[in-house]
């Protein structure tokens, strides 16, 4: 239920539009935005996906002191479940923000939105610090997940 077919599997809608944003990825916006990716040499010769990042600032830049982080978007490959590569590559950014924070002075909150029904993503937000908000007033499918600080990263 809830799900869509594709490529003879089926994905929740979240894990389409997570894939499909990565597959499109080519590059972020260097004035407000960092992206990581983690991969390995898969069995057939491509490249596999361990983990991805992109995160940000929204309304701000890293040469100022506006703005908000946010983490746009997040994802680890099938093949690492297990590996804690969600919770590392979730530090990994929260400590180049932190690095940016302190450079900048911005203000120490990060955001995140994320499909409710997605209850690794969910999980792993509230592992790392993150507090749901419940809805998010801008796109009422999602919940707004919020962390102010950087302490245990």
Request: aromatic share 12%.
């Amino acid at each position: 239920m809830g799900s869509e077919k594709k490529h003879g599997k089926y994905y929740h809608r979240y894990e389409l539009e997570v894939q499909s944003r990565i597959r499109r990825f080519r590059k972020c916006d260097p004035l407000s935005q960092w992206a990581q990716i983690c991969v390995t040499a898969g069995r057939n010769g491509d490249d596999t996906i361990l983990s991805f990042v992109w995160f940000g600032i929204i309304g701000g830049r890293k040469k100022d002191s506006n703005g908000t982080y946010m983490v746009g978007y997040i994802a680890r490959g099938v093949e690492a479940r297990g590996c804690k590569f969600g919770d590392f590559t979730l530090k990994h950014a929260l400590r180049v923000m932190k690095r940016d924070q302190d450079a900048s002075g911005r203000d120490d909150a990060i955001g995140a939105r994320v499909d409710p029904d997605n209850h690794n993503s969910m999980d792993l937000f509230r592992r790392n610090g993150f507090q749901d908000t419940g809805p998010d007033p801008e796109a009422r499918e999602y919940h707004r997940l919020i962390r102010f600080g950087f302490d245990n990263i």
